[in-house]
């Protein structure tokens, strides 16, 4: 059978599923793929070793820590789907108003229908994404590359399905797409009657792509394609916290939120060459634009563009850029213009300053003394995120979570004597 047709059948069974959906039931069901979860831990991790094996020699070290399961991890994939079923459901109702001629409007939320989710070798995000469509009241299709494609399968059919069944749910709620081929997710972004909302997990300029596919065709994206977290040091920066922000926005190099970018002002110059030498006892490669190595700093020369995503790079994952700057004003500027907008941080004791900085910049997500590594939806929300979209576009922005994922609709109540 050709792909078009089963990726349409997927999205056709979980169009039908959609109005037996109801908050009791996919908590229910929820519950239950948490207990499968932990029940089939080992036909979970079998399937991912398969999985990660077949790829040790494709992928660069960040993706492979995407890919890669364990105990810890399974248990909160676990832990993550009772914390959804334990918090309220989306709120329905919206603003209310009565108009002069006696007109009732209600604001409310609908579900959208059909979501289509995209994402490489991340496993972990088939949960946590069907998990948000479900608790939104949506069905999803699935699809991933031939590197987890074996993991997610089996939490599709060994966790997913099952649970939903047996909350009394259609298991064809959630689809998949059961093939490695590339086309698959090019057929999921342009069926906009079956699938109207694709979410895109995944590396810079495949992610994009497939952008321009969805926007071919008439569907609407929430594109999670570039990230790298940036960090601005001002004069009046304390030299401990400074620290305490870089290294702990290093702990794992292969995810968006990471540091990326070290912007210095010149008036804190003087931390950088100790910063310099910490990130390097990490292990991790400083590159340095001109000016910043006119500090005498031991970096190597900044050989490509400022706001170069490392977290993407697979030959250099384990890098991050370091510039001087003359003022705050600089470094929004650079962190506004010259970046991918998904977070940014400052480091100051002058709360003018700081708040100067929070108040100027135009990211998704703004910190003052806490890592951009938070730039999450689990952790500033409760709810694990489908993805991080960095539109400079009304809708949902930042971390999306199942709160996003609804349509507006106005419920109008007259006595038959309106008349325009």
Request: charged share 25%; net charge negative; hydrophobic share 45%.
């Amino acid at each position: 059978m050709e792909l078009r047709k089963l990726i349409e059948d997927e999205a056709r069974a979980a169009r039908s599923a959609i109005p037996q959906l109801d908050d009791e039931r996919v908590n229910e069901a929820l519950r239950g793929a948490a207990t499968l979860v932990r029940d089939r831990s080992d036909l979970i991790l079998t399937a991912n070793d398969s999985d990660y094996e077949a790829a040790r020699d494709r992928l660069d070290a960040g993706m492979l820590d995407r890919l890669r399961l364990d105990l810890s991890r399974v248990e909160a994939l676990a832990t993550q789907l009772e914390g959804m079923s334990s918090i309220p459901g989306l709120e329905r109702k919206g603003d209310s108003w009565r108009l002069p001629d006696g007109l009732e409007v209600e604001e409310r939320r609908i579900p959208i229908g059909v979501v289509g989710a995209n994402f490489e070798a991340r496993p972990n995000v088939a949960l946590d994404v069907a998990a948000q469509l479900l608790k939104s009241l949506n069905c999803a299709v699935l699809r991933t590359g031939g590197a987890a494609l074996g993991t997610v399968t089996t939490l599709v059919d060994q966790v997913l399905r099952p649970a939903l069944e047996q909350a009394g749910l259609p298991p064809g709620s959630v689809g998949l797409v059961r093939s490695a081929d590339r086309e698959g997710a090019r057929l999921l972004a342009s069926l906009p009657n079956l699938i109207p909302l694709v979410i895109l997990r995944g590396s810079g300029e495949s992610t994009a792509s497939l952008a321009r596919v969805a926007a071919e065709h008439g569907v609407r994206a929430l594109a999670h394609a570039e990230g790298g977290g940036v960090l601005y040091l001002h004069g009046s920066a304390d030299r401990d916290k400074a620290e305490r922000m870089v290294v702990e926005s290093l702990d794992r190099l292969g995810v968006c939120n990471r540091l990326n970018l070290l912007l210095v002002d010149r008036d804190a110059a003087t931390l950088a060459p100790e910063l310099v030498s910490r990130v390097g006892e990490l292990g991790i490669e400083v590159r340095a634009t001109e000016r910043a190595a006119a500090f005498d700093l031991a970096a190597e020369p900044l050989d490509v563009e400022i706001g170069h995503e490392w977290a993407n790079d697979a030959d250099r994952v384990a890098t991050i850029t370091i510039d001087v700057v003359d003022d705050l004003a600089e470094a929004v500027a650079i962190a506004n213009n010259e970046t991918s907008g998904l977070a940014a941080g400052v480091v100051a004791e002058d709360r003018t300053a700081a708040e100067a900085f929070l108040d100027a910049y135009r990211g998704t997500t703004a910190f003052w003394h806490a890592t951009t590594r938070f730039t999450d939806g689990y952790k500033l929300t409760g709810a694990p995120e489908t993805g991080i979209n960095v539109d400079w576009s009304p809708g949902p922005r930042g971390p999306v979570t199942y709160r996003d994922l609804w349509l507006r609709q106005y419920r109008v109540i007259g006595d038959a004597t309106q008349q325009l």
